[in-house]
């Protein structure tokens, strides 16, 4: 295993892991909350606890298509007289009487003085009356009311973030609004002479602006409100209007290139004037160059302009305190082992997030390998993964056949 210096390292670069408790420490959730209508509430996270105003289910109901009868009337015998129906929304609406039964479908309402319901495979019909084969128990096939949450139950806690299955909760507990916290406020702007935004050509030496593009993706799926301010020229005092237009109406001011020690680099050097930089350079690669600070009310935080950078910074550091902001708790990345296939290239010094492909090999083992090159440019090295492959700080080369830590994207990165 080779274990080279990393030219870039220093030892004064802070480790990625404590640079994010250091941003957390930095950041409070949002206080402001507000009422939304349930079809706008996806992605949003609840503000407040939220108890049931029902019975769920509100009323006792059938399990099976089939019939309803008094389980004490077997001892009778098994032969039930068929007296009328019950289909969910169309309740049966006369009395229950010994050895009678119900037709009743499911979801419909058990009718009042039944208490059992057998499946209608396990039914002979006979005319008008029936032939029941004995169920096992009491209450068989039948949802009690109430046996899922009972009125003034508590359904959902607040800092839950609103996903299918909770859009589905909300609408079973009939709550037509739900109070969530604001969305947070992000505006962000790229910086470079070299970018121009699609649909223009391309004048020798200017690429595409992809930055932005790759950052409304992650914002979108951070569930935040965004303002995009475009792209800002490498000018100290079109970087200084910018950010005081970006900190007067956000949250966070989050930015893209300019973070390096080039000539151009104007991001830091304005942040220092207006506002405040609390660290800069992390042991992190890609994304070494990632600022964060304060300017106004809001937090900063520079993405370094490196698209593969840029992208895992965001992840790494910027999705966590988007997190808090909103109120979410902190969810520990899911980590697996596998086997690497192909070796892997790396200096120590730096924590490496590798692009793989995750994988499951016939055995069942999971497997990953990169993405082809690893450049911090090559933003497809980004789309074509899955996943992240971490490899330590002091790490060198990696064989092929090791066990490597392998992070699956999460909902910010993945589709
Ligand atoms: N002498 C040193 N040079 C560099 C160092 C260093 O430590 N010493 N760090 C390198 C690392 S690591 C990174 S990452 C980059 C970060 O630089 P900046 O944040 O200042 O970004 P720029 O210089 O503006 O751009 C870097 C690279 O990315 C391209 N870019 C920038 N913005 C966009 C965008 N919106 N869309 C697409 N591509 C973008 C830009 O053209 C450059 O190629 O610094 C290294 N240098
Ligand atoms: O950290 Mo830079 O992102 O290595 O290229």
Known sequence: MSMQADPCAKPSLMHPDEAIIKLLEQVRPLEESEMVQLPHALGRVLAEDLASSIDLPPFDNSAMDGYAFRFEDLAQGNRFTLIGHSFAGHPFEGEASANTCVRIMTGAPVPPGYDTVQMQEKVEVDGDSIVIEAPKALGANVRRRGEEVMTGGKVLCAGTQIG???????ATIGAS?????????????????????????????????????????????????????????????????????????????????????????????????????????????????FAFGRIGEAVFCGLPGNPVSSMVTFYKLVWPLLNKMQGLPQVKPLQLQAKLKGNLRKFPGRVEYQRGVLSQNAQGEAEVSVTGGQGSGMLTSMSLANCFIILAQEQGDTPDGSLVTVEPFNSVLAL
Do not use: H
């Open 164 to 170: 299918a299955a909770e859009m589905g909760v909300l």
């Open 177 to 289: 609004q739900v109070r969530v916290t604001r969305l947070v406020k992000v505006a962000f702007f790229s910086t470079g002479d070299e970018l121009r935004p699609v649909g223009t050509e391309l004048a020798p030496g200017q690429i595409y602006d992809s930055n932005r593009y790759s950052i409304q993706g992650l914002l979108s799926r951070a569930n935040v409100e965004w303002i995009d301010l475009g792209v800002i020229e490498d000018d100290p005092e079109a970087i200084r209007a910018a950010f005081r237009n970006a900190a007067a109406n956000a949250d966070m001011v989050l930015t893209s290139g300019g973070v390096s020690v080039g000539d151009a680099d104007f991001t830091k050097q304005i942040l220092d004037e207006e506002g405040e930089i609390t660290f800069w350079k992390l042991a992190i690669k890609p994304g070494k160059p």
